[in-house]
């Protein structure tokens, strides 16, 4: 019997090639994409999920709101407070403090063995209680020597084997180069594995605090922001109390810090809105996460829907077979459970073609997505039960609809008809069709919206402008011989400009203290960011100078400040009054650069004291050099000799601030670049449906046609027809789309401070884009059957 | 065999009820071959669809082998169907997708009759209407003689006691035509009860009775001689 069902399913699939073909693709890309998009949703959410007793494992958030300023929220803390909050509060079990050991704990690092030298960005001072919290696995060495001791160091196995290749590290002597001229001996006390992949914590190497570093002005502020620090707490019943009690804590020390604590499990997709995080590796918007998952399953539905329709397209043409078979003896339950079979049959297929296409295009995901996602992945245990899952749960779900509408065909009627179609009997076909393409009409927008929104933030006048200029990162031992490297590629043909500065443009910005004296007389300090600029800074920009000057000469006590500065300070004229950032000598405001965005368009501009002092190389991270358009090859070949020649180091990094823009709105692009994929494919099947519907729509009126043709309706009419029935289909979902849409995207747009009205032609736009694809589609199939001889189609009737 | 008395039918659409059997009483005995004749529209196909549980009556009744079945429900006929009835078409009704051989098993396979029997009963009567040869052929490639063999082949594979007939000659030409009857012929001889539809006087001669519908209603009887 089983034999049987299943010759008639492959019979009928070659009968059928075309619409098979469509209907098998069709699935394969949904659940191709649902997997891929599922694969990657599942990798983000298993972040840090396997340090054990990861529930109990908080990183401390602090909620900064200086008098003045607009709050902001940090993931870093400065060194002093776990210990403080650990000795005022017995819920906390623990504490671990990560921080990055360069810049600020030592200027920079290199690692150094029998000559062979390593430069260490990934670094960090850790407590020893690293060791159970995050539980690494152990190569060498023994879990309570983890930075127990000064001047002992712990490297993961793949920097242990650049550094001495396959012989063991344990208690060997590297030297450490930590400024320009010192040079400390460390001991390997461990070796453990490489952190895992999906650890938002992606260091390489650990050494404990300094002592010296602890005692000193940074190590004991309560307000710097310096590192992460987790805590641990078994009783984690009721976390809010806990953070108030760690506030109260806080506030003895400083009244401008609140404290809230981070689950370990949601560092890697909870701390978008965090303006202050470091050592949160590939970190991701969880919002996206979840578009991503709703996406999927609308992939899905809608390639599952183009099954059910076509299947019962098909199966409305089997009615004879249908009907011989009850004839001759099939019972109801033979009927279903065939075209169960059958729908299984094609599930199967498409299940295999669907891992064919996973395996091709997860490279292309890892590439847009910046992962390292394997196949291997797929064909785990688990995934067996998804697949499983997904072939029985689509056969049901594909199969049970068809299968009861040709079972319960009337045997007589069907034998004379041969067709099971009817007018109602369309009717839950046009509700699936419909709700297909209001799926593919909400992509069709969302990624209007997207497009236009990214094409806003790249065209945007940022008050500045950044067209051909490269930013060259430098180190202290570079800031410290800044003069002469810009004097050096100054001469390198090519190059128009060089400017130096310290804040991150298109980043947070770095906020320190300011004092000044208001127009009421009140002394005043507030927190600012602060940038400190070359001094052709403002004109290497073309930023607008609206009162007062731009810098004419390094100075210490000169600054120029924005107008967002400006009018919270209060003056009408600010120029000339006194004011001076905390802990430098006094100064007086020079200038008033009109306001630039110089954080990304997420944030409104906030308030920047701009100072050009030449002697902090702390402050010199920056070199900006601008080069003419051509030949910049050659331009880029050139510097990169001269940085060389000057650093003594071989590294020589280089971006585009265009590019650093594109990093900057990276996850915008990403959900653009996925919902463009992901609705194209979801537009693609719906379409091939279309299509194949079409198709089998044009035969059921193949006789209608006929007659037409035979009284006189011309090939217009005909085509027109036809094409009516679908697109006010594809109307209706347009009408119910485009609400939806514009809901999500408004919701979407808010995350923007600088951002664009949605316009009614941008949902007219792609309203008419997705009539006009429906109506190429269905054409397809009504100008064939408008063309046709109706002496043909009336004959074999 | 069968008893029907006072069956009605209507056909309805939204505006127009038409009769399609009108108070039509009749009895066939076992083994007789009987032929239903009319003009189209007359109630033929009706009633053939009724006798063979197609399709249920709208009143009177139906008494099939001393069973009433006029209100039986669909799964009770099918039982009652698949052990005691073959059908034969004008438009032979085979399926496509299946050969010769697999299209004359369908029938056993709905019964429950185990594979290694299928096999020697569909080879037999394969055999009997001379189609054997044919067998791995699927019903495109035979000519119209061969596929209504095949299709009364489908019909008598589980040695039913009532053959319906519904113009079996109908889409063939008269040598093949011919043919069909004599197995029709045979069939009757060997016991089978057959009842045809048909607008062919010729063929009405190799039954022994034939029966006039006009509107529903018999007209007239002719026993043949």
Known sequence: MLKIYLKTAYRNLLKNKAYAFVNILGLAVGIAACVLIGLFVSNERSFDNFVPNADKIYRLTEYMHYDGTAPSTAAIVGPPVAPFLKANNNEIDSYTRVFPAVPLVYPSVTMEYQGKKIKADKLACTDTTFASMFNPVMIEGERNKFTRDQNTIVLTASLAHKLFGNSPALNKTIQLHTADTSVTNFTVSNVIADMPKNSHLQIEAMVPFPKEFLSSFLGTNYNVLMGATYLKISNNKNIGLLENRLTKTIHSKSKFIDFT??????????????????????????????????????????????????????????????????????????????????????????LISALLLITIFLPLLNKLLDRELTSESIYQGTMFVVFAGILIGTTLLAGIYPAWFISRANTGEALKTKVLLGGSKSSLRNILVTGQF???????????????????????????????????????????????????????????DITNGFMELGGNGSIFGIDFIAPNGEAKKITVNMENAGINYISFFDMKIVAGQAFSKGQQNEYIINETLAKQIGYPNPVGKPINITSLPPGRIIGVVKDFNYSSLHKTIE???????????????????????????????????????????????????????????????????????????????SCLGLLSLAAFVVLRRKKEIGIRKVLGASVANITTLLSKEFLILVFIAF??????????????????????????????????????????????????????????????? | MIKISNLEKFYRTEEVETIALNKLSMEVATGEFVAIMGPSGCGKSTLLNILGMLDDPDAGSYV???????????????????????????SFNLIDELTVFENVELPLIYTGVAASERVKRVEEVLDKMQIMHRRNHYPQQLSGGQQQRVAIARAVVNKPKLILADEPTGNLDSSNGNDVMELLTDLNEQGTTIIMVTHSEHDARYSHRIIRLLDGQTVMENIMV
Request: one cysteine or more; aromatic letters at 12%; charged letters at 15%.
């Open chain 2, 64 to 90: 099939f082998n001393e069973i009433e079945v006029a209100h039986f429900n669909e799964r009770k006929r099918a039982d009652l169907r698949k052990h005691n009835i073959g059908f034969v078409f004008q």
């Open chain 1, 438 to 496: 209001a799926i593919a009409v909400i992509f069709m927008i969302s990624l209007m919206v997207i497009l236009k929104q990214l094409k806003y933030m790249q065209q945007r006048d940022l008050g500045y402008s950044y067209n051909q200029v490269i930013k060259l990162p430098m180190d202290l031992q570079l800031a410290k011989k800044m003069q002469v490297l810009k004097a050096e590629i100054a001469k390198v043909k090519g190059v128009k």
């Open chain 1, 607 to 685: 308030p920047l004291i701009i100072g050009s002092m030449d002697y902090i190389p702390y402050w010199q991270t920056n070199l900006y050099v601008k080069v003419s358009g051509t030949n910049v090859s050659q331009t880029l070949k050139d510097i990169q000799q001269v940085f060389i020649a000057i650093s003594g180091d071989n590294t020589f990094e280089y971006q585009f601030i265009d590019d650093h823009f594109n990093e900057v709105y990276h996850s915008e692009r990403q959900a653009g670049s996925m919902i463009a994929i992901i609705g194209g494919l979801a537009m693609l099947i």
């Open chain 1, 261 to 350: 604590l981070q689950p370990l499990n949601r560092i890697h997709t909870g701390s978008v809105n965090i303006s202050y995080d470091q050592l949160n590796y590939k970190k991701i918007d969880g919002k996206y996460l979840n578009i991503f998952i709703v996406i999927a399953i609308a992939v899905f539905l809608i390639a599952c829907v183009n099954f059910v329709n076509l299947t019962t397209a098909i199966a409305g043409y089997r009615g004879k077979e249908v009907a011989i078979k009850k004839i001759v003896g099939a019972r109801r339950f033979h009927v279903v459970f065939q075209v169960l079979i059958e729908t299984f049959f094609s599930v199967s297929l498409s």
């Open chain 1, 735 to 797: 009408v119910i789309a485009s609400p939806i849409a514009y809901y999500f995207m408004n919701k979407w747009l808010q995350g923007f401070a600088y951002r664009i009205n949605i316009q009614w032609w941008v949902i007219a736009g792609a309203g008419a884009m997705a009539i006009v694809i429906a109506f190429i589609t269905v054409s397809f199939q009504s100008i064939k059957a408008a063309l046709d001889n109706p002496v043909k189609s009336l004959r074999s009737e």
